[in-house]
Every structure is written in C-alpha cells, then in structure tokens.
C-alpha cells in the first residue's frame, strides 16, 4: 500500500473522503454529468458510463458549456453530486456551483486545486481524504486500479 | 492580493439597495475573491444563460432572486429558455417540465431584462460594441461577442450572469484585461483548398478541432485566404466552445484585434505552433458523426440561433422541394428572428418543404424529441458535439445541403467533394 501527501489549494475549503475518479480530460457539466443519478455522460470522455457520486472527481477544468454551474448545482441539490471535485486551477464554474449551494443550501462543495505534477499522479481507485487546509492523503493499494 | 470594493459595491453589500442586490453581489465578491480579483469594474451589458431551465435548483434560484424583488441594472438580454411556448404541445415536452420552465422564464422577465429568448444574442441590436465591458453567459456567445465584436467579458457561467446583470459590475479578471486578450496558441492552416475556405462546411469543423487542441488557451488561426461570414464565425466559435473552453480567438486579417499576427500576440511570440493539415480537418469532420449508420429520422438545424442569413440560404435549397414523409426537418431561432424570416418571405418555401420552426429554444435545452427519433442529421457542431450524450442520440454531422438531400432522400446522403480534394 502506498501513501502520498498533496498540498492542494482550497479554493472551496471543506474535508471530504473516498475513492477518486480521475481524468487527464475536461469536462463539461452540461451533457456530461447526469445529475439525476451522478453518472458522466459525455459519450466523448474517458469516463463516459462511471458513476461520480460519492466519488472524489479529478478533472483538469471545465470544457464547454456555461450551463455547467447549473448542472453542477442541481446534482449538489439532489444529493448526486461527487463529494469533492480536484482540478490543476481555481474553476471558475464548479467554484460558482459552491458557492450558490452554500447560499441557497448551506452545502457548500469541496473544490480543490493541486499542481498538474501532482494531479498527474492521481488514479481512478485511490482512496483520498480532503481537509479543510486543503491536505490531501492518497492512499493506493496495488490491486485497487482494475476494480473500477 | 486582496479585494478592494469601492462605496458603491459596499452600500450593494449591506443591502442598501435592496435584498436581491445584496444576493447578487455577495456571490460576486465572493467569486471575485476565488479569483484573485483586486476591483470589481462597471459593465454595460449582460446576457443571461440561467434561463436555460434544468431542474429545481436552478428554479429556487431565479425564483429567490425575483420574488426578494431582483431587477437588472444594465441592458439585459435572455438566453432560450427550456419551452416553446408557442409550439411545445406538437413535441414530447412533458406537461410538468413545461410548467417549471415557464416559471423560470417568468422570473427572469420579471427582472426588467429584454426577453431575447436567444443564445445568438449578437445577432440582435442588442449586439454589444467593440471594446464594451460587459457579463455574458453561453458559451457560444461569449465566444463570438470576444472573437468577433471585440467586446470583453470572461467565460461566464449561469447563475453569475445574472448576478452582475443586477449589480452592473463584474470581477477585473482575465478576458475584461486587454493585456489577458493576446493570442497564446497558433494554429496555422497549412494549404487548405480555397473552395473549402469559402464553403460553410470548414468552420465547424476547424472550430471543433480548435476546441480540442486550444482547451481554455487562446488560439490565433493564421493562413486564411477568404474572409469568413458572420454566420461562419459563429459555427467556429460555438463548435471550439463545446470540444474546449475557447471563450475567445483571433484570425489574422478577420478579427477585431487581429490585424497582423503581430498584434494578435501582441507582440509576443506564440507560446506553442500547431500546423493544421487536411489529414487533421477529415479528422475532426469524422469525429462529429456519431453512427455508422445511414439511417435518418430527423435533421436539427439551429445551433446557435438560425440567423436571417441562414434562412434567406435555407429558403433555395429546399424551394421547389419536400422532405421525405418519415423524416422530420427541424430549424431552431428566436422568435424576432422568425418573424423577420417571415416578413422577407423566407419560410413560405420551408413550409412547403415540411420544416417545423421552434423558437426560443432548442432541442439542446427542451426535452421535446419523442423516443422513436433515433438518428438525427445536423450541420451544426454543437448539436453534434452534445447529442450523443445530453440526448442519448445517434447523430451525423454534415453541410445545409446535405442535410436538405438527406432529408428529401429520407436517409443520409453526405457529399465528400470539398473533403476528398
């Protein structure tokens, strides 16, 4: 098993814990992500069929649509959204989902930016865990890439 | 670095000027603050794509802003909506859906904005002027309003466009700067056949490519022998704002800001060189079909907006013409644009041919496709960008005459002349 320790930069603070879902590609929210049961959709991306709820997503940036925020927010409404999201830089449209989930809701999402040598290091099946000074604790078991 | 807000944005911030207002700018402040913002500046414009209905989050949203009795402070226009009020019985759009989405589309006109309808808002005379500060969402428009008006705003998501619609301000980040506006990529077309340049059929197929390859950097297109129409320019920017997050470009000797290539940089070398061959364009052309299939049920035309020069170059083709019995022949616009359509007397020709008109939505935006329509045919990139996965579709991209054979024929027909030279 294998450890790592990432500094993230918070830019929505919160802790969060669970498996990572990781893509080199951006995504676009808007007919990518169904929120009604957290699946990614763009039929074009990597992780086209995987279910992001509950999951610790890992995506560059957002691609496409400025409908994506809104997207983004109906999931964190109805409970299908991922439990944190870790991007290369401060997004702009996941970070707008939080906050309007923080205004209406109270439920603010986790977003996290790492360095792209560090999110390069990231993989679908790691365990990670978030804190709020935006430490992130990757943990890998050798077996763990090919469950997912 | 930190924030610096000026009386105005403060007294907003206590909620001097109302509840909705303090909402609206305590959510920009606190983006602005995410974004490193050092001061919020004055726009003059904003086009709002939060009426683009989705589900109740984004509903309790508009509602909570218009019902704490939010109102724009600049000219405002309104992306399409999720219904056709007009037409939304003769389609699939469940009883339900439409009722929430009228709602939505209530709120925000209840905020003293323009009801546009439009995600072609720059084909408007709302159209904003070269060098105008101003808070657009959709993505295609921003694009186009960057690209080719020169206007300035960044890539804006729902639900922020409305915030600096009622505040009249907006973060001074990244595409508001000039110095944040020269190109950082250079695509170079490498002898690309003049007809191909002077045809529709390159743009959204560059533009899908530009996408890919640009992401969220600013690419510059060199090499172009013909000056681009407007309505080509916007099938490159709406297709590179879907494959990528391109929310502006220059073409050297087209756009605004792009006089010389020297300029578009300004003055700066590019950091990275892309050669874009013909190998690389009947790539990307292949990408945006998404069956192998011949089969056709529907042709979607209209992403972004049908404009009136699309519909004065969709009225020949079709005259004299009808589409097939079992396939359906759909063109998406704006309700001011259909009108104006009407009145040059461009769609007594359509009519015959059998083409249905939805306005101030699109297929994209309101779930009005029954089941049984399985394969459609588009010329645009976005709609083949976004059916597979947003509709669980199967879609072939090719020209407007392709489109019109197919649907005469009843199945796909693509010319491959422009393609094979």
């Known amino acids: ?148 | 670095m930190t924030l610096t807000l000026n009386e105005k944005d403060h007294a907003m911030l206590r909620g001097d000027n109302g509840p909705a207002t303090k909402m609206a700018m305590s959510i920009l402040v606190r983006m602005a603050e995410i974004t490193g913002a050092k001061e919020l500046l004055d726009i003059t414009g904003a086009h709002i794509d939060s009426t683009v209905y989705i589900g109740d989050a984004g509903l309790e949203f508009a509602e909570k802003l218009a019902g704490l009795g939010a109102k724009v402070s600049v000219p405002t226009t309104l992306n399409v909506s999720g219904l056709d009020e007009h037409h939304w019985h003769e389609w699939a759009v469940p009883s339900e859906w439409a009722r929430q989405a009228h709602r939505q589309m209530i709120a925000y006109q209840s905020m003293g904005t323009i009801p546009t309808w439009t995600c072609a808002p720059y084909q408007t005379e709302m159209k904003p002027s070269f060098g105008q500060q101003i808070a657009w969402g959709e993505s295609n428009a921003i694009v186009f309003a960057n690209s080719v008006l020169g206007a300035r705003t960044e890539r804006y998501p729902d639900l922020f466009d409305v915030c600096c619609a009622i505040t009249g301000r907006a973060p001074a980040i990244g595409l508001h700067l000039i110095e944040n506006r020269a190109g950082s990529l250079l695509l170079q077309l490498m002898d690309i056949p003049e007809a191909l340049q002077l045809s529709d059929d390159l743009y959204p197929v560059l533009g899908h490519l530009m996408g890919k390859v640009a992401l969220e950097r600013i690419p510059v297109i060199s090499g172009m022998n013909a000056v681009p129409t407007e309505d080509q320019l916007k099938a490159l920017g709406a297709a590179s704002a879907s494959s990528g997050a391109v929310a502006l470009f220059h073409m050297v000797g087209v756009t605004p800001e792009a006089p010389t290539l020297k300029s578009a940089f300004q003055g700066k070398l590019p950091r990275e060189t892309i050669k874009i061959t013909m190998g690389m364009l009947r790539e990307s052309r292949r990408e945006l079909t998404h069956t192998d299939s011949e089969k056709l049920d529907i042709v979607v035309l209209g992403s972004p907006h049908f404009s009136l020069a699309e519909f004065k170059q969709l009225a020949p083709l079709v005259a004299g013409k009808q589409k097939h019995p079992d396939v359906k022949f759909l063109v998406t616009s704006s309700r001011a644009m259909t009108q104006l359509a009407e009145k040059a007397g461009f769609l007594e020709s359509l009519q015959t041919f059998g083409a249905q008109l939805t306005v101030d939505t699109c297929i994209l935006t309101s779930p009005m496709l029954p089941q049984e329509l399985k394969y459609l045919m588009t010329n645009s990139a976005k709609f083949a960008y976004y059916a597979p996965g947003l509709l669980g579709r199967q879609i072939t991209f090719g020209s407007l005459k392709d489109c019109v054979e197919s649907a005469v024929e009843g199945n796909v027909i693509r010319d491959e002349t422009l393609w094979t030279s």
């Open chain 1, 1 to 148: 098993m294998d450890k790592l320790i990432i500094k993230g930069d918070p830019f929505i603070a919160g802790s969060a814990s669970g498996f990572a879902l990781v893509s080199a590609e951006p995504l676009s929210f808007w007919g990518g992500y169904d929120w009604k049961i957290g699946e990614i959709i763009d039929r074009r991306h990597p992780l086209s069929g995987s279910i992001a709820k509950g999951k610790i997503l890992a995506v560059p940036f957002t691609r496409g649509s400025s409908t994506t925020t809104a997207v983004l927010l109906e999931s964190i409404r109805a409970g299908t959204a991922p439990k944190a999201i870790i991007t290369t830089g401060t997004d702009f449209f996941f970070a707008l989902a939080s906050v309007v989930a923080d205004e209406l809701y109270a439920d603010p999402l986790p977003l996290i930016a790492v360095p792209e040598t560090d999110f390069a290091k990231l993989q679908t099946g790691d365990h990670i865990e978030i804190d709020n000074a935006g430490i992130i604790v990757l943990t890998r078991q050798n077996t763990s890439v090919n469950n997912y």
